[in-house]
T-cell receptor, first 111, second 115 residues
Framework: RKEVEQDPGPFNVPEGATVAFNCTYSNSASQSFFWYRQDCRKEPKLLMSVYSSGNEDGRFTAQLNRASQYISLLIRDSKLSDSATYLCVVTLSDSWGKLQFGAGTQVVVTP | DVKVTQSSRYLVKRTGEKVFLECVQDMDHENMFWYRQDPGLGLRLIYFSYDVKMKEKGDIPEGYSVSREKKERFSLILESASTNQTSMYLC??????????????FGPGTRLTVT
């Protein structure tokens, strides 16, 4: 079983619509959670951290559910530029910052 | 602007060849990482280094070795390339400082094909 599992998609979303997707993790000792974004043929970049209480960054909202061991990402008012693969990332507690990546969820925003 | 560079964007090698992938970062980061990315599997950690001359195995170190002689440079070595090492290789770096530890900066990747 994979440590971090994501629906690969693609999620086809009309411009201006809302899209949400989840990611599940298997290790209950996971400490920190993030969403990274990877554009086609580009490198991953940190999108946002995921805090226990949930957090927003503009049109993006991230939630954590420790009891059910999943995190979610919601994108409101989708833009064409939001088309990308969103990588779910979890960590255990260590001093070197090792990350455990999901395989990604592809989002395609259409005009 | 932060920068991680990798020596090649595309590389084609023959089975059995020794392959060197170079990564350089200009941010004075302590930590450096090598991943491979394959469809459906995501990024998998091969090796990482938290200081000069220090290295630790990641999740899939078999068939690979690394070298970190200078803080800014982290090399991945395939001693004898095999076809199952055909992949996208990504280098990343990060600070150790609290609050920045999990923000990794990635290079553009090297697509390696072993024939």
């Amino acid at each position: 079983r994979k440590e971090v599992e994501q629906d690969p998609g693609p999620f086809n979303v009309p411009e201006g619509a809302t899209v949400a997707f989840n990611c599940t993790y298997s290790n209950s000792a996971s400490q920190s959670f993030f969403w990274y974004r990877q554009d086609c043929r580009k490198e991953p970049k940190l999108l946002m951290s995921v805090y226990s209480s949930g957090n927003e960054d503009g049109r993006f909202t991230a939630q954590l559910n420790r009891a059910s061991q999943y995190i979610s990402l919601l994108i409101r008012d989708s833009k064409l530029s939001d088309s990308a693969t969103y990588l779910c990332v979890v960590t255990l507690s260590d001093s070197w910052g090792k990350l455990q990546f999901g395989a990604g969820t592809q989002v395609v925003v259409t005009p | 602007d932060v920068k991680v560079t990798q020596s090649s964007r595309y590389l084609v090698k023959r089975t059995g060849e020794k392959v060197f992938l170079e990564c350089v970062q200009d941010m004075d980061h302590e930590n450096m990482f090598w991943y491979r990315q394959d469809p459906g599997l995501g990024l998998r950690l091969i090796y990482f280094s938290y200081d000069v001359k220090m290295k630790e195995k990641g999740d899939i170190p078999e068939g690979y070795s690394v070298s970190r002689e200078k803080k800014e440079r982290f090399s991945l070595i395939l001693e004898s390339a095999s076809t199952n090492q055909t992949s996208m290789y990504l280098c990343a770096s990060s600070f150790t400082a609290s609050g920045a530890l999990y923000e990794q900066y990635f290079g553009p990747g090297t697509r390696l094909t072993v024939t």
